[in-house]
């Protein structure tokens, strides 16, 4: 069975393959990475396949070779007949197994639970010139006693029952009966700390990619319950090893954890707080645990000039985020006399920063494509923001661990990111990671629930924003400084969900508030015809331009604009129309449409805007917010289901005075043409946008600099 996925993929293996155990059924394998050293990540059988290591893999494949496969019974790796029986060897002959075929000598072993970390154990004691280390993360070897809340339910496995609560669902009939009933609860155990949702959804769809079949055999490996035959075991194994427990796992008891350490002469470290899995819900630290137990290389730490530095993490969903981060680094370089900023970003931003002059880090070559969700994530001109986010977290934490490795090596003086999703998130995570003072930047503050969602998402996104405020209030002092992109207004009238503050309120109290940010001072661009005279177009052309964003998912407004732009134009024969396809979709496909110009991407699009007679676009800020500056009429068509475009962009554009939102599924050729025809040439009405918002943010920063 494919593996289940809810996300793409950070990094996709250099190799793939499979290969046959002893017993005949293949074993899928992966291989990431070409370094020196070999980490094995062992799956845990049959109950979940190698995805339960995607928060590792982006990483360590950076630094190691690394090799992932899934067990039998679950993911690609053939099932077994479950009337067949498994010697207790299986699992570590397994892993020899793929180790073979894939030309591994030796490797670290890293593992979770009993079935991840008993036949690394095993397979260090009977062929130690194999195994070089081993990590184990939450060991359940059968040492002391089980938890107190499972023991009884374990004991009852194969007695049908009147009720099956809590720890009972863990039985025979009723797993039969529910499969994803039991995998619910039994991942909710697993993860006690608060706002696990999508580790808990994630865990559970593996696990659905088994079979139930499998997962009941009567005989599974059994699991070794002579404590003297463990610990005669444990004490042939001389390769270093260090056990990881979470304080709060509610699999196997913490002394379990201790006990195995203290029979292999193990380094023991505690999470506190943690459950059973935290290479899922604290990647980073389990990230940076693997690494330094494999032996991480490093390079040495680059000895920087005199002169103050800032790195910039500018989110690359929308282009706006660059122009705006660019006015903000030049007012810096202004106010911090030698400033040097450095970019840790990706297409399409690396096209705008290359014409700018701002200086890349070389690290931004390392960072998984978040683009390129995006566009997996879009559906016809529909982009549901908050769970491409959610869905995005593997690139997020992957990307996370690129930016740490930067500035781990090198010194800067302050942290910039601007909706750097990653960066608060895993920071507010992992607080001792914390160097140097940090700078957030957003044009929004709190997620919202879109209707189509139901209660579950209106459940999710509370959860979300609840994390968000918990993560703050809890560390005051993380954010040196969190500055809104706009006015208090300009933030949506509504509570973060049930129970939580208002948005106003909260963000007010825990922001600053610079203004709207510009890449320009509209009064520069004020006088149209010569602007159309500097860039091209025809002083006396009626001229409309469509634009949406840097991502493909506008290519279907693009071609809805294109349809109604033939039906103005039986009206209209002389208006022309300038179709900016952006940087990721291709405009020949409008080529040869009478009056149509399509473009890819425009430099400096906001002085394009400036000189047009109306603008048909997305309901993106940044845009839309630039031809408020410049008083220009304009359509937008937010994405359906994007609640940023929705909530936060119509909101603020309401405040501004520009005109309400046209729904996409409403606006046919017709509708969209007749809409066009009554705009262009429109009187605008709209509020003034306030000048200087970038000098007044660099104004924030520049203190923290000392």
């Not at 494949?61 to 007949?81: C, K, L, Q, W």
């Not at 330094?292 to 680059?302: L, Q, R």
């Not at 000895?303 to 706006?320: D, E």
Request: net charge negative; proline share 8%.
């Amino acid at each position: 069975m494919p593996h289940t996925d809810t996300g793409m993929r950070a990094r996709l293996p250099d190799q793939s393959g499979f290969t046959p155990n002893r017993d005949g059924l293949r074993i899928y394998y992966e291989v990431f990475g070409t370094g020196d050293k070999t980490i094995v990540l062992m799956p845990c059988y049959p109950i979940v396949h190698s995805r339960m290591w995607k928060g590792q893999l982006h990483y360590l494949a950076r630094h190691f070779r690394v090799v992932t496969f899934d067990g039998i019974g679950n993911g690609m790796s053939d099932h077994p007949d479950p009337k067949s029986l498994w010697d207790p060897g299986t699992y570590s002959r397994d892993c020899l197994t793929v180790m073979d075929a894939t030309g591994t000598r030796s490797a670290v072993l890293v593992g979770l639970c009993h079935d991840g970390v008993w036949p690394a154990i095993v397979l260090a004691a009977s062929d130690p010139e194999r195994v070089e280390g081993i990590l184990a993360f939450a060991p359940g070897i059968r040492l002391g006693k089980p938890l107190a809340a499972r023991a009884e339910a374990v004991a009852r496995f194969d007695e049908e029952l009147p009720s099956y609560d809590g720890w009972f669902k863990q039985n025979r009939h009723y797993i039969s009966k529910n499969f994803a009933g039991f995998m619910e609860f039994f991942f909710g155990e697993m993860y006690p700390e608060p706002h696990s949702t999508k580790q808990i959804e994630d865990t559970v769809a593996y696990a659905l990619d088994g079979r139930v079949e499998t997962f009941l055999m009567d005989d599974m490996p059994p699991m070794v319950d002579n404590e003297e035959e463990i610990a005669a075991v444990c004490a042939q194994v001389r390769c270093p090893i260090t056990v990881v427990m979470g304080t709060d796992d509610r699999c196997q008891p913490f002394e379990r954890g201790q006990q195995t350490a203290a029979l292999t002469g193990a380094e023991f470290v505690a999470l506190e707080g943690s459950g059973h899995i935290p290479m899922a819900r604290r990647p980073v630290k389990s990230n940076l645990l693997i690494s330094e137990f494999a032996g991480v290389k490093m390079p040495s730490i680059k000895v920087n000039g005199k002169n103050p530095r800032a790195i910039l993490v500018s989110s690359p969903i929308g282009l706006g985020h660059a122009w705006r981060d660019v006015a903000i680094a030049r007012q810096l370089r202004r106010q911090v006399p030698g400033l040097e900023v450095e970019w840790l970003a990706q297409p399409p931003l690396t096209t705008l920063l290359a014409k700018v002059g701002e200086k890349v880090h070389p690290a931004s070559s390392d960072l998984a494509p978040e683009s390129v969700h995006v566009d997996l994530e879009a559906k016809e001109h529909e982009l549901h923001a908050f769970q491409m986010i959610r869905r995005m977290d593997e690139i997020l934490c992957a990307n996370f661990m690129v930016f740490q490795d930067v500035v781990r090596q090198e010194r800067f003086d302050v942290w910039i990111a601007d909706e750097g999703w990653e960066i608060d998130h895993f920071l507010h995570e992992e607080p001792d990671l914390k160097t140097a003072p940090y700078v957030w930047m957003a044009d929004f503050c709190g997620f919202v629930p879109m209707p189509s969602g139901g209660e579950r998402e209106e459940f999710l996104v509370a959860d979300y924003n609840a994390e968000m405020i918990e993560h703050v209030d809890g560390h005051p002092g993380l954010r040196d400084l969190s500055i809104f992109i706009g006015e208090p207004g300009d933030i949506v009238p509504r509570d973060f969900g049930p129970g939580l503050p208002s948005m106003r309120e909260w963000t007010e109290s825990h922001f600053k508030f610079p203004g709207y940010v510009m890449p320009f001072d509209p009064a520069t661009l004020r006088d149209r015809l010569t602007l159309r005279r500097e860039l091209g177009y025809h002083p006396d052309t009626t001229l409309i331009v469509a634009s949406v964003g840097g991502s493909a998912v506008g290519i279907h407004l693009l071609r809805r604009i294109a349809q109604a732009f033939a039906v103005l134009r039986r009206d209209m024969p002389d208006v022309e129309l300038l179709m900016v396809c952006g940087p990721r979709i291709d405009p020949t496909e409008f080529a040869g449409q009478a009056g149509v110009t399509a473009v890819g991407y425009v430099h400096d699009l906001y002085r394009t805007l400036a000189c047009c007679d109306l603008a048909v676009v997305q309901g993106g800020l940044s845009t839309t917010m630039e031809l408020v500056a410049n008083r220009r009429p304009f359509i937008y068509l937010p994405l359906r289901n994007h609640f940023e475009q929705n909530f936060h962009v119509a909101h603020r554009l309401q405040r501004y005075g520009a005109p309400p939102p046209t729904d996409y599924d409403a606006a046919t050729p017709e509708v969209l043409a007749r809409q066009m025809r009554e705009r262009l040439h429109a009187k605008v009405e709209y509020a003034p946008v306030e000048p200087g918002g970038a000098a007044r943010a660099a104004g924030f920063i520049a203190p923290l600099f000392g």
